[in-house]
């Protein structure tokens, strides 16, 4: 730029705007001072140009990082001798004249490609019952796509693009830095060698818009929190016709009423009755693929012990057969009795010898051994 004008102040918007409010502001001003808009207006094509650079800077989070700390000298250290082109080259930190060098010296250079589009995340929350089947959905994001008119090239239909002239359509310039010459990608046509005529009036010269897209999404039995689903060309759109990123869709399970996971584990906790517990028996539960399930009780079961039951779990993502289902079980003592009720357990209580709960006498004996060791 010639004058050194705050890109925030360039762009209307606060130091602390986000990427949302940055586009919202470029693409208005953009439509402002578009060429088209004002045919023959140098101040406007110049304003349109400084609006492109501004936004081309701080849209990049690590160009962004550079300007916030030191401003536009982020983007002139070590400018020496002339480049391709007769201007000297911009350098946003020690990386790119590294790559510079390497790449002249390992046969790199020549123009470079259009970087590709951003990669997406979308968070999709899923039951657990849909986790354990798998389903067919469809979502509906907003995302950069291809600018139909212009086809993505960014050039307004029935014009092109010509030479750039800050390097002569080579894609690099070159600085001096110290004993080195540097090259790097020219920053007028960012390594492309060419510069677009007159930019598209939809896109703004980007080659692509944000639009709402639909997309079905293919979500395979097994899933769990974490799991990570690729959408490969659903990402953002490229600048300037370049392949669009990829869309990474990260699940979450819901938590379910009955059953907690761990992997394709499933565990449960099963309330019995004391009687139950005493004398054993069978209980059926629904598991988690709406079959019953039959549970044998065996006599003198204890609070806390669990009981598996194998195949009974969740499916091994793309993989063959399920995990166990793990019950806890949990004994329940009564809290409302009938007379009746309270006499039986009387009279149970009253043959009781102690062999029957031979963990309570067990640790009854102990303690009376530990009070006759206090005592003597």
């Keep these: 730029m010639s004058t050194e004008i705050d890109y925030y102040e360039l762009l209307e918007v606060e130091r602390t705007a ?14 402002r001072y578009h060429p088209d808009k004002n045919p023959g207006c140098k101040d406007s094509e110049s304003r349109f140009k400084q609006i ?17 700390r030191f401003g536009h000298a982020a983007f002139q250290q070590g400018m020496g ?57 469809e979502i509906t994001i907003e995302v950069s ?11 307004e239909p029935g014009t092109g693009r010509s030479r750039c002239g800050t390097c002569n359509g080579h894609g690099k310039v070159r600085a001096q830095q110290g004993f080195f010459v540097v090259e ?9 060698g060419e510069v677009i005529e007159r930019p598209c009036r939809a896109c703004g010269g980007e080659g692509r818009v944000d639009r709402p897209q639909t997309l079905e999404v293919t979500i395979p039995p097994g899933v769990d929190s974490g799991t990570r689903i690729r959408l490969s060309g659903k990402g953002e759109a490229g600048p300037h016709g370049a392949p669009s990123g990829d869309l990474y869709i990260f699940l979450h399970v819901r938590r379910h009423k009955v059953f907690e996971r761990d992997g394709t584990t499933l565990l449960t906790r099963v309330p019995i009755t004391f009687t139950t517990a005493a004398l054993g028996g069978s209980i059926e539960m629904p598991g988690i693929d709406g079959q019953a399930i039959q549970l044998d009780i065996p006599a003198g079961i204890q609070s806390g012990k669990q ?3 194998r195949g009974a779990g969740m499916p091994v993502l793309q993989g063959r057969g399920r995990g166990d289902m793990v019950i806890e079980i949990q004994v329940e003592t009564p809290t409302r009795l009938t007379a009746r009720q309270k006499e039986l357990l009387r009279e149970l209580q009253d043959t009781e010898t102690g062999d029957e709960c031979p963990q309570s006498k067990g640790f009854f004996d102990r303690i009376k051994d530990v009070w006759n060791d206090l005592t003597e």
């Design 18 to 31: 986000d990427d949302k409010t940055l586009k919202s502001s470029y693409r208005r001003l953009a439509m």
């Design 52 to 68: 492109n650079e501004a936004y081309d800077c701080l849209k990049d989070p690590q160009k962004r990082a550079a300007y916030d």
């Design 81 to 137: 001798g002339g480049g391709q082109g007769g201007m000297g080259a911009e350098f946003g930190d020690i990386g790119d004249i590294f790559e510079s060098i390497f790449g002249s010296a390992f046969g790199g250079g020549g123009r470079q490609q259009a970087r590709r589009g951003a990669d997406l995340r979308y968070d999709m929350e899923v039951s657990l019952d849909e986790a354990f089947h798998g389903k067919d959905t």
């Design 145 to 155: 796509q291809t600018c139909e008119p212009c086809s993505g090239s960014g050039s």
């Design 184 to 192: 790097r990608a020219c920053p007028t046509c960012h390594g492309r």
């Design 307 to 309: 009981l598996r039951k």
